[in-house]
């Protein structure tokens, strides 16, 4: 049983013999706090809600009920006021949670909550003929990361790449490419000679303004099958899908579904016509909407004056599909925060449909990358290309590499995982709606909370096992005393949070939260290697302790997992 759990459910019992009966376990187990101050104990229990059903102070509480607490896993209980704080006994947790992690390995802190059902995760989603920048970084580790903290739960992640592949964009494209286009320089960097089409075509319409007329006209005739439109439109998908899947590769990404935009114009007349049955749709001005004003919600446009469907209707077919096809227990949504409103109007469309299974879609918003404190825009060809930064940030940990450690084997790959790795984690160690700004010198710095640093943590606590030749012998013999330092129990404490963690990150679909739990845990090992010598002298100290060396080992490379980060066990 889980120490948190057991120390509840003595207070429970303690509350019950005092004649409480209004504070069950799972409400025992919500008040439990971890004091600010290692000192003060490793759990607290306030008393203040317990003050109505006694009718006492809380102190006088907390006096009364300490004395009724007692027993393994806790080793003393003080009282502080209207706390009790409670010590566990180090011997009896420590040999608890180290056994637990040595014992399930990388399953440690996986449930089956999901029982294996689908969750559809749609993410990265770049536009065809454009270049995946930094601003899609977000989306792409974030979503992948969340896959995985899904799938730890027990869920089976399907991660679907919706790929930018329709859209009036395209029809600016082939003027652009007919009017200052080169075939042998586009088969040659087809994304940077695109985007540099696309930049000239704005920069000229803003002196001619026919020209977005004739960017409509062909996007119309792209939407009527013109046979020219077709074969360019098709070209510069397959071209831009080489160029995204390297950056992919790099990143150890895969996907499940590459369906874009495209793949839902045969589907939206369904949605349409399900909307007219459901006596859903109403004119405005000529469009077909849905009117929302019930969620103090605008309009959702359907239907444009001229016929054509809107991006709506094109999410609204996906997510019929989508539930169609994989019978959903959630759908996620890893799309940037500007795009709220819209999927507030597409679950609730969908409700107004009768669709209970809406009830569990959720969009998951990020903040921005900025550039100089400003977004960045394709458009205006103001851009910091991902495939650029991934290049710079593994030459760069290359040096170090030949610098600090020439004869490292595989020294490309490890220069690879570290260096696409310090990308990752520069953004995923951020809380997800929070905006950041694109610094070389910040995401590249291979000190402090960074990617790096945890992985040459992982790297080290490899290497101390090397040295003390430890071998996992299937039992756990803990030597009386080899883990009694602050810093030992610190790091087994560390350990002892990682499934909450991950529980937690798993319902807010926050990967932030194991990104900073790994950087701790590496903190704390790092102090227990400095102040305690792990390689003692005695056999069965030395053992015990690289047992606890063992356990981290597992739970950060488990952790740089969930966010999508190798672990070399050298570097």
Not at 37 to 43: F, K, L, V, Y
Request: proline content about 4%; glycine content about 6%.
């Amino acid at each position: 049983m889980d120490h948190k759990l057991q120390v509840a459910t003595k207070i429970t019992e303690a509350l019950a013999r005092l004649g409480v009966q209004d504070f069950p376990l799972e409400k025992v187990s919500s008040m439990l706090e971890t004091p600010p101050n290692p000192a003060m104990g490793d759990i607290a229990f306030p008393c203040f809600q317990l003050a109505k059903a006694l009718r006492k102070a809380p102190p006088a509480i907390a006096a009364e009920l300490a004395g009724a607490i007692s027993g393994a896993p806790l080793k003393e209980v003080q009282v502080a006021g209207p706390y009790i704080n409670l010590f566990l006994d180090q011997h009896i947790v420590g040999t608890a949670i180290i056994s637990a992690v040595l014992t399930q390995g990388s399953a440690y802190g996986s449930t089956e909550e999901g029982q294996g059902r689908n969750v559809p995760i749609d993410l990265s989603s770049p536009n065809i003929a454009k270049p995946f920048s930094m601003g899609h970084l977000r989306s792409t580790c974030i979503g992948n990361a969340i896959a995985n903290i899904m799938e730890k739960k027990g869920y089976t992640p399907v991660r679907i790449n919706h790929i930018g592949d329709w859209g009036t964009q395209f029809g600016k494209l082939i003027v652009a490419y007919q009017k200052w286009g080169d075939e042998a320089k586009v088969k040659a960097e087809p994304i940077k000679e695109l985007l540099k089409l696309y930049v000239k075509f704005h920069d000229e319409a803003a002196n001619d303004p026919t020209l977005e007329d004739q960017g409509r006209e062909w996007f119309k005739k792209l939407e009527d099958g013109d046979a020219q439109a077709q074969h360019l439109w098709q070209w510069f998908r397959e071209e831009s899908l080489k160029e995204f899947m390297k950056i992919y590769e790099l990143m150890d990404i895969q996907f499940d579904s590459t369906n874009g935009e495209a793949f839902y114009n045969d589907k939206m007349d369904r949605v349409v016509a399900m909307l007219e049955e459901r006596n859903l749709l109403t004119e405005s001005d000529g469009a077909m909407v849905v009117m929302l004003d019930e969620f103090d919600l605008p309009p959702c446009l359907i239907k444009k004056s001229d016929g054509a469907t809107l991006y709506a209707t094109r999410d609204l077919a996906a997510a019929l599909y989508r539930h169609e096809t994989y019978d959903f227990a959630k759908a996620l949504y890893v799309v940037g925060g500007e795009q709220r409103l819209h999927f507030q109007q597409l679950y609730k469309v969908l409700q107004k449909m009768g669709f209970d299974w809406a009830y569990e879609m959720y969009h998951i918003p990020f903040g921005m990358m900025l550039k100089d404190g400003k977004k960045m825009s394709t458009r205006k060809g103001k851009v910091v290309l991902l495939e650029e930064v991934l290049a710079q940030a593994i030459e760069d940990v290359k040096k170090v590499i030949e610098e600090k450690n020439p004869t490292l084997a595989n020294k490309d790959e490890v220069a690879r995982q570290v260096g696409v790795g310090a990308v990752m984690f520069h953004d995923l160690k951020n809380y997800r709606l929070n905006d950041i700004n694109f610094s070389w010198e910040e995401m590249l710095t291979f000190e402090g909370e960074t990617g790096p640093y945890v992985q040459y943590t992982h790297a080290r606590a490899c290497s101390l096992l090397r040295k003390g030749n430890y071998q996992p012998t299937g039992e756990l013999m803990l030597a009386e005393g080899a883990l009694d330092s602050k810093e030992a129990w610190a790091v087994i404490t560390a350990l002892s949070q990682f499934p909450d963690i991950v529980d937690r990150a798993a319902a807010g679909f926050d990967p932030s939260l194991i990104g900073k739990f790994v950087i701790d845990l590496a903190q704390l090992f790092n102090k227990f290697y400095a102040n305690v010598r792990i390689l003692a002298e005695e056999e069965d100290v030395k053992q015990t302790r690289l047992q606890l060396v063992a356990a981290v080992v597992i739970v950060l490379k488990e952790g740089l997992r969930l966010l999508g980060l190798k672990a070399p066990e050298e570097m």
